[in-house]
């Protein structure tokens, strides 16, 4: 059974480039949610993705857009990009229904580096 | 908001030796607590959950955590440290009605031979 993946596993940008992130989530699963984590932090909620539709969205600004397919799949998408981008993107995936307490599985992350 | 606060940024102990990892949840209702484990250049990894079934939470490699109402905490322990342990922790909580997880600031665990 495969996990959540993700690609790519590295990518580097340099200021004022788009980029965009994949994820396919566990089989299984429907919900897809996308952290932020800068070296040295826990991770920061992005946005979650549910029957292709934004569900919650946290504190980004709207540089940060996703798209969630009919497979379940999602993109993260990040446009102008600044240096303080520079992160792990983390993908987590989860079953629909009281998602406050559903586990959620990660990814192992796509590491971006913007010069 | 709901919040979590890891106490000791990094914390090391000797193999064999008691691991105790601190987290503490602000939220006025019980919330729903999780402790997941990164290993070095790798995603996370659930270790346990709470979900207000039990008080004791018994989780993967050994580590359990106890939810303690009335001091708001949710400590990560393990009677006996391997080196295999050493990675960073982090405590989360998921807020009731929220589609999110709200993460602490990690702790490093490192395993002296």
């Known amino acids: 059974d495969a996990g959540v993946t993700q690609s790519p596993t590295h990518l580097i940008k340099t200021r004022g480039q788009q980029v965009t992130l994949r994820c396919s989530p566990k089989?299984?699963?429907?919900?897809v949610s996308w952290y932020q984590q800068a070296l040295g932090q826990g991770p920061q909620f992005i946005f979650q993705?549910?029957?292709?539709?934004?569900?919650q969205r946290g504190n980004f600004p709207d540089r940060f857009s996703g798209h969630q397919f009919p497979n379940y799949s999602s993109e993260l998408n990040v446009n102008a990009l600044l240096l303080g981008d520079s992160a792990l993107y983390l993908c987590?995936?989860?079953?629909?229904?009281?998602?406050?307490?559903?586990?959620?599985?990660f990814g192992p992350g796509t590491r971006l580096l913007v010069l | 908001a709901q919040s979590v606060t890891q106490l000791g940024s990094h914390v090391s102990v000797s193999e064999g030796a008691l691991v105790l990892l601190r987290c503490n949840y602000s939220?006025?209702?019980?919330?729903?607590l999780f402790w997941y484990v990164q290993y070095p250049n790798q995603g996370l990894q659930l270790l346990l959950k709470?979900?207000?079934?039990?008080?004791l939470v018994k989780g993967i490699n050994g580590f359990e955590a106890e939810f303690k109402k009335s001091e708001t905490s949710f400590h990560l322990t393990k009677p006996s440290a391997h080196m295999s342990d050493a990675a960073e922790y982090f405590c989360?909580?998921?807020?009731?009605?929220?589609?999110?997880?709200?993460f602490g600031q990690g702790t490093r665990l490192t395993i002296n031979p």
């Open positions: 987590a995936s989860s079953l629909a229904g009281q998602a406050f307490q559903e586990t959620q599985y």
């Open positions: 089989s299984g699963h429907d919900t």
């Open positions: 993705y549910y029957e292709e539709e934004e569900r």
């Open positions: 939220s006025s209702v019980p919330p729903y």
């Open positions: 709470y979900t207000s079934a039990a008080t």
């Open positions: 989360a909580v998921s807020p009731e009605g929220a589609q999110k997880l709200v």
